[in-house]
């Protein structure tokens, strides 16, 4: 279907036209709705056009409400992919994942417990997992390997 003058070509949503009545209630009517007198003929005519008219401007306006709604409903899930995306080129950027193996190797001996100048009173035990070597065996693979293969964190 060709969209019309003004109609959006994605959504199909029509701004309501200028020319349109914003269909205010005019005073005849405000006196029917507050009695209960029939309309005169000329009137039950006029609203029955009116009925017919804003039946169909009620049809139309369900119909781009239901476009709207599939519109943002698409978009919402493009803006979901779309965070997914950039969270996992953030990961796969981080500057972590560009560190050298002998590197890391070195920050791991800083943070492993040191067993220089320990005494019996102050007993450093490398298997508790609470310690770095265990700790950081935990973060990732390639973490884990190196950890397990580094003796002098032990």
């Known amino acids: 279907m060709a969209p019309n003058a003004g109609e959006?070509?994605?959504?199909?949503?029509?701004?309501?036209?200028?020319?349109?009545?914003?269909?205010?209630?005019?005073?005849?009517?405000?006196?029917?709705l507050r009695?209960?007198?029939p309309p005169l003929d000329v009137?039950?005519?006029d609203l029955r056009r009116a009925v017919h008219k804003f039946t169909g401007i009620l049809t139309e306006l369900d119909e781009k409400i239901v476009k709207a709604k599939e519109m943002l409903h698409n978009?919402?899930?493009?803006?979901?992919?779309?965070?997914?995306r950039l969270n996992d080129a953030r990961k796969l950027l981080h500057p972590l994942r560009s560190i050298p193996d002998d590197i890391l190797g070195v920050i791991f001996q800083h943070s492993a417990p040191s067993w220089e100048g320990s005494t019996p009173e102050s007993v450093l035990d490398s298997l508790s997992p609470r310690?770095?070597?265990?700790?950081?065996?935990?973060?990732?693979?390639?973490?884990?390997?190196?950890?397990?293969?580094s003796p002098n964190l032990w």
């Open 35 to 37: 009695c209960n007198h």
């Open 75 to 84: 978009l919402s899930l493009a803006r979901e992919n779309a965070g997914c």
């Open 8 to 32: 959006c070509p994605t959504c199909g949503f029509l701004p309501l036209q200028p020319d349109e009545p914003q269909s205010e209630r005019t005073p005849r009517v405000e006196e029917l």
């Open 131 to 149: 310690g770095a070597p265990w700790l950081l065996s935990h973060v990732c693979r390639r973490w884990r390997n190196l950890v397990l293969s």
């Open 43 to 45: 009137e039950t005519l």
